[in-house]
């Protein structure tokens, strides 16, 4: 009796084993298929919520102006956050726009012609007499250029375009995390408190803390980081415009990324610089040269003035996280992984100080 009440026990030992593995399998095939049917939403909302943590106190000071409409405050604040990021990428973009439009009316009329380089070409170091020639040539007879050169203005036009067609998706993605930003600002005081519910109870008793911490260095970021890239970008387009550089908004977009991951603009500017010496006159080259420098400068003055206080975030955190955001979600994948792999660090850094701290209690 004895063999057969433990063959009864292994009988249901075994069934429970069974029941449970079904069950885990079927609970881990419904996550994975719920997270194949939000993943491609996964980066604008991510986005869109680092933007709403980052803009949390304009909305907290204009809900007290506005006497506490909330819908009606972020409903303000999104379309001036649109207005923000539509008005300069409208700006930038046109100029772009109308320079293929015009080299497009001139090939296809027969006109396009290449002005010749002036002698200042030759005076540019390492690459001056390789560019004089090919400049040259071009102006003499643009066919023979084109047709000696056709690899790299293969290469060069594929970039463009790529690069135009990635600027064109992010500034849509942007769009939609600031309307998803301001549907997260309409619920931001009961988001804040589930979010605070779900950190203590992993984190038990620390749980409040580490969510303000982890707010307090996204709005750093976002500030202190994208903040002041993107004024650098704004103030670089218009230098770009006003003297009459082709493509400004591409060339703006370029000073975006490499102020994101820490690089200074002027390793865009630089060249462009000694480009405007040799199209333009001495007084205009040489303003906006000081303006170039000023604009790759202004990070020393400006990222103390938005950078949240006692936030000291490595720029290696900052560069990895927008190369690898990059990498793995395109143009907002720069952005938000820079923010995120930043939060990450903080969260790290403050849990093994509390870890030390209890320990040497």
């Not at 990635?166 to 931001?188: E, T």
């Not at 003035?305 to 990895?320: E, K, N, Q």
């Amino acid at each position: 009796m004895s063999e057969t009440a433990e063959n009864a026990d292994d009988r249901q030992f075994h069934a429970r084993v069974m029941d449970a593995a079904v069950r885990i399998g079927l609970l881990a095939l419904l996550v994975f298929w719920c997270f194949s049917i939000v993943r491609p939403f996964i980066m604008p909302v991510l986005w869109g919520a680092i933007m709403a943590v980052a803009i949390y106190p304009l909305f907290a000071r204009a809900y007290a102006k506005l006497g506490g409409r909330q819908k009606l405050t972020a409903t303000l604040i999104t379309l001036l956050a649109l207005a923000v990021l539509i008005v300069p990428t409208v700006l930038l973009s046109g100029s772009m726009v109308d320079g293929v439009q015009k080299l497009a009316a001139e090939a296809e009329a027969g006109t396009l012609s290449v002005p010749p380089p002036t002698e200042k070409v030759r005076d540019w170091p390492l690459i001056g007499e390789q560019a004089y020639g090919a400049w040259t040539l071009a102006s003499r007879n643009l066919r023979a250029a084109l047709t000696k050169y056709k690899t790299q203005v293969e290469a060069v036009v594929g970039w463009f375009i790529g690069a135009a067609a990635g600027i064109g998706k992010g500034v849509l993605m942007f769009v939609i995390s600031i309307l998803i930003a301001g549907a997260f600002l309409v619920y931001a005081r009961s988001g804040s408190r589930a979010l605070e519910t779900v950190a203590t109870r992993v984190l038990k008793g620390d749980g409040k803390e580490f969510v303000e911490l982890a707010g307090a260095t996204v709005r750093s970021v976002a500030q202190g980081v994208l903040g002041v890239a993107f004024i650098q970008a704004i103030l670089a387009g218009i230098g770009l415009m006003l003297v009459g550089v082709p493509y400004a908004g591409l060339w703006a977009m370029l000073v975006l990324l490499l102020a994101i991951v820490q690089l200074p603009p002027i390793l865009v500017l630089a060249p462009i610089i000694v480009y405007v010496f040799s199209v333009e006159s001495t007084v205009p080259a040489v303003l906006f040269m000081i303006w170039s420098l000023i604009v790759s400068a202004s990070d020393a003055f400006l990222k103390p003035l938005f950078l949240g206080r006692g936030m000291d975030i490595p720029m290696l955190v900052i560069l990895l996280g927008a190369i690898g955001g990059m990498m793995m979600s395109g143009i907002i994948g720069l952005f938000v992984g820079a923010v995120v792999l930043a939060v990450g660090y903080t969260l790290f850094t403050a849990w093994l100080n509390q870890g030390g701290d209890m320990a040497t209690g």
